[in-house]
């Protein structure tokens, strides 16, 4: 079973930033916070991903709470393209036989003009 | 960045034949692969757990003998739909783990089974 809780869907209006919130409160301490997203008919993305400290990359910025138990992803300013199914997951990283990835039902984020 | 390649995308079949998708890692070496289906507007499933030189690892519900996974070398994996049914069709999804502790996946292969 998924370990993570998303709201179903979210809208954001271009430009804007898009803030996506995922709840992990059963996280183990190995565990790491994984984001990824699919555009219909496609194979999911990989976004970001981080343990305990907040990320940044060139797609998004990734905030971990301290106690780890939930997480938001950030898209700084979402254009029509980042209308996407968004999975946030939790996963021991490679290099460990648990590291499959096991998806949660999401959340649908629709970008409007 | 690394690439995972499927093939192919899309396939029609007949009921009662077999279908094989590839899955290629292009530009890193996968010990280990994961292969995923996915139905309409639903959530991708973890099938199986494929890695290199040794036999898959099914979770619960996957038929072993129908959905044959093959890891053969560090860059290919092999899912075979044996007997395919119609409630087989699907979007069949491979991903690929590298070094650096990120999962990519395929474009996904669209299978029809008449």
């Known amino acids: 079973d998924a370990k993570t809780t998303q709201p179903p869907s979210m809208d954001c209006a271009e430009g804007r930033a898009a803030n996506l919130p995922c709840n992990h409160s059963t996280i183990s301490g190995n565990e790491y916070v994984y984001w990824y997203r699919q555009i219909h008919s496609q194979g999911p993305q990989y976004i970001i991903h981080?343990?305990?400290n907040n990320e940044t990359n060139e797609m998004a910025s990734l905030i971990i709470t301290e106690d780890r138990k939930s997480s938001t992803l950030i898209l700084p300013h979402a254009t029509l393209r980042d209308t996407a199914v968004y999975y946030c997951i939790v996963r021991v990283a490679a290099g460990n036989q648990g590291g499959k990835l096991i998806f949660g039902q999401g959340t649908e984020l629709s970008v409007k003009p | 960045g690394a690439v995972v390649s499927q093939h192919p995308s899309w396939v029609i079949c007949k009921s009662g034949t077999s279908v094989k998708i590839e899955c290629r890692s292009l530009?890193?070496?996968?010990?280990?692969m994961f292969w995923y289906r996915q139905f309409p507007k639903q959530s991708l499933m973890l099938m199986a757990t494929?890695?290199?030189?040794?036999?898959?690892?099914?979770e619960q519900g996957v038929e072993k003998d129908k959905f044959l996974i093959n890891h053969a070398s560090l860059t290919l994996s092999t899912l075979t739909v044996t007997s395919a049914h119609p409630e087989d069709s699907s979007f069949y999804i491979c991903?690929?783990?590298?070094?650096?502790?990120?999962?990519?996946f395929g474009e996904g292969s669209r299978l029809t089974v008449l």
């Open positions: 991903s690929a783990s590298g070094l650096t502790g990120e999962l990519f």
């Open positions: 981080g343990l305990k």
């Open positions: 530009d890193f070496q996968a010990t280990t």
């Open positions: 494929s890695n290199e030189g040794s036999k898959a690892t099914y």
